[in-house]
């Protein structure tokens, strides 16, 4: 049966599964194998010769070797690519693998032009991973606004994030893609998944995930996946196959099995998301409430380029970081711990975790901490928080010599200790 045309929903739950009834099993196959035995000299080698450059086995010669190729990741990478309205997907041990690749065949590709443009906010990997400048390139960091501005003859790639990481910042593409004049733009659409937001559709070369979070979904796979055309994704296999950045057959898997779930996780954790973020701007000890659509939408986002407001919080608390500090520690449903998008509720401070590489004028804020929205019942997720942001008011009140609000003074006091850890850092 071809699947063309059905629905989201159905192709989710279909796609990269066409053989299973031909094959006589409902359950996709995993394929362990780490060799293949070759049927000749002569026709292995023609089958590596075009995987090493890209393409996929030929049926005679066989797969070789699995750093080449995978059935079992084969499958989830053509399960994504449905989703992604794309051509191909290539898929890798981590997001941050994944980004690697991106930027390593994006440059190998470009005829000698080497300069990045990076939209900030960006997750604090990559981030990290641009300024590092492990992978050759020169990096300018730059609003989406100022995309127009910063492009230069020899700039090879734009990377963005939308919603970005930790702020929810919307970016819009259309507009990026329009700026970049022809640059490819890479979008990272971790926390929209295609389920929400479909980025080839706006004009971008490549989309990435870190499929670790929503896609996998049960916290139990790191992994990196680039939907794309197929000559980037010919581009990205030849990185792949000389790196060796390779997704394990296990995860690939599990990954498979999570996209039949990921529009139902990602509708009801997003239903969740809605109901605790109107909550959290009636409390008192929220300063501000991050959440797509809460900031009005100033650019019209919302329905035009993403379906739905996903399930990402953050919060800014008052009192700063000793406050998020004792909210963290006073959760019991939510798990502090960083990653997201899993079927589980999660809390962390992104400026001493996930962004603490980034540079201190970039870095979220001391008094922000981020939430998971996950699975479980809505009404026991806000009495969880309800009682872990209560943690100050009991504090602040019983106690009479206790200043009610952190002054700006104290504020800058417990930010210390992590402005000093990132400059070793910097300088590290
Ligand atoms: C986690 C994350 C990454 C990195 O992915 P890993 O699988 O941890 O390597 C990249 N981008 C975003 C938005 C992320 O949340």
Not at 154 to 167: I, K, Q, R, S
Request: hydrophobic share 45%.
């Amino acid at each position: 049966m071809t699947s063309s045309h059905l629905q989201l929903d159905s192709v989710a739950v279909h796609a990269g599964r066409e053989d299973l009834a031909e094959l006589g099993v409902h359950a996709p196959p995993i394929d362990l194998s780490t060799t293949n035995p070759l049927s000749s000299i002569e026709a292995g080698g023609l089958s590596y010769e075009a995987m090493a450059g890209g393409g996929t086995p030929d049926p005679e010669g066989g797969s070789v070797y699995a750093r080449l190729w995978n059935p079992t990741v084969a499958r989830f990478e053509s399960a994504l690519a449905r989703l992604e309205h794309a051509e191909a997907a290539v898929a890798f041990s981590s997001g941050m693998a994944a980004m690697t690749a991106a930027i390593l065949a994006t440059l190998k590709e470009s005829g000698g032009r080497r300069h990045v443009l990076a939209v900030r906010p960006l997750y604090g990997g990559t981030d990290h991973l641009l300024a590092s400048g492990l992978l050759g390139a020169e990096v300018t960091y730059c609003s989406a606004s100022q995309v127009a501005a910063a492009r230069r003859p020899d700039t090879a790639l734009v990377v963005l994030e939308t919603p970005a990481n930790p702020t929810l910042d919307l970016v819009d593409i259309r507009a990026v893609v329009e700026a970049a004049e022809g640059t490819p733009v890479l979008v990272d659409n971790t926390f929209a998944t295609p389920i929400l937001q479909n980025p080839l559709d706006l004009g971008a070369a490549m989309v990435l995930h870190s499929a670790t979070k929503y896609l996998g979904g049960h916290g139990d796979v790191i992994a990196g996946v680039i939907a794309c055309g197929q000559e980037q994704a010919a581009a990205l296999r030849r990185v792949r196959a000389v790196t060796g950045g390779l997704l394990h057959p296990l995860g690939a898997y599990l990954l498979h099995r999570g996209l039949a779930t990921l529009p139902v996780r990602v509708r009801a954790q997003q239903a969740n998301a809605r109901r605790i973020a109107a909550w959290l701007q009636t409390h008192p000890s929220v300063a501000r409430v991050y959440y797509p659509g809460f900031d009005g939408d100033p650019l019209g986002l919302l329905g035009r380029q993403m379906d739905g407001t996903g399930a990402m919080i953050s919060i800014d608390l008052h009192g700063g970081y000793e406050q998020a500090e004792r909210v963290t520690s006073a959760t019991g449903l939510f798990t502090h711990a960083v990653s997201l998008g899993g079927v589980d509720s999660l809390i962390q401070h992104p400026a001493a975790l996930t962004h603490r590489p980034v540079a201190p004028r970039a870095r979220p804020a001391a008094s922000l901490v981020r939430l998971s929205i996950g699975l479980e019942d809505a009404e026991d997720l806000i009495t969880d928080l309800d009682r872990a942001l209560a943690t100050r008011h009991s504090i602040s009140f019983s106690a009479t010599a206790a200043p009610a609000q952190a002054t700006p003074e104290t504020r800058q006091e417990s930010d210390r200790p992590l402005v000093e850890a990132a400059e070793r850092l910097g300088r590290g």
